[in-house]
């Protein structure tokens, strides 16, 4: 199985700054890597998937880098709607999908 | 726009069975690329595959959860349901049913249903 670690558990970011996520595989997934956002009772919402293509209506401001094993999520400029969780996704090597424990976003 | 949701009770009790539906709408449930999965969360706590399901019938579980799990689709219905048995009060969490697609990941989410195993 695949282990997903994410970092930091939570960032905390004032609105308008940059915030930069982690997230690192325990074996090569390529760049079969995906990020979510999850606001508190809602479902999960893709962002990124292929490590760095926007989904669609994805905002500019989300950009995704990375392959092998180290990955990165970027929101160039923190708006209000984006404090949330973050997870990363790996779909390169499975069963089982697996999915990092989160990094939440938090306003500073 | 797809449209996935859940359905089924949402209070179970200890060591009887969870069985859960996922209806989907706007869009066949019997299309090549796409597998459709089974999430659970937690209350307070991240994500967890269960499995999923191509529309042949295949299916992929989550060794973790192997033993319990079973999922099924009806193409005909265009539904897909999970049933997990024995459950305990750690099965408590919202179930999520989301389509997989190859490539790409998880691009299309029901909104979640929340169940309680309790007494």
């Known amino acids: 199985e695949i282990v997903m670690t994410q970092s930091p558990a939570t960032l905390s970011v004032s609105p308008g700054e940059r915030a930069t996520l982690s997230c690192r595989a325990s074996?090569?997934?390529?760049?079969?890597l995906a990020w979510y956002q999850q606001k508190p009772g809602q479902a999960p919402r893709l962002l990124i998937y292929?490590?760095?293509t926007r989904a669609t209506g994805i905002p500019a401001r989300f950009s995704g880098s990375g392959s092998g094993t180290e990955f990165t999520l970027t929101i160039s400029s923190l708006q209000s709607e984006d404090f949330a969780v973050y997870y990363c996704?790996?779909?390169?090597?499975?069963?089982?999908?697996?999915f990092g424990g989160g990094t939440k976003v938090e306003i500073k | 726009q797809l449209q996935l949701q859940e359905s089924g009770p949402g209070l179970v009790k200890p060591s009887e069975t969870l069985s859960l539906t996922c209806t989907v709408s706007a869009g066949s449930i019997s299309s090549s690329n796409y597998y459709w999965g089974w999430i659970r969360q937690p209350p307070g706590k991240g994500l967890e595959w269960i499995g999923s399901i191509y529309y042949s019938g295949s299916t992929y579980y989550n060794a973790s959860l192997k033993s319990r799990v079973t999922i099924s689709v009806d193409t005909s219905k265009n539904q897909f349901s999970l049933k997990l048995s024995s459950v305990t009060a750690a099965d408590t969490a919202v179930y999520y049913c989301?389509?997989?697609?190859?490539?790409?990941?998880?691009?299309?989410w029901g909104q979640g249903t929340l169940v309680t195993v309790s007494s």
């Open positions: 292929g490590a760095s």
């Open positions: 996704q790996q779909y390169d090597n499975w069963p089982p999908l697996t």
């Open positions: 074996q090569s997934v390529s760049s079969n």
């Open positions: 989301a389509r997989h697609t190859i490539r790409l990941g998880d691009d299309y």
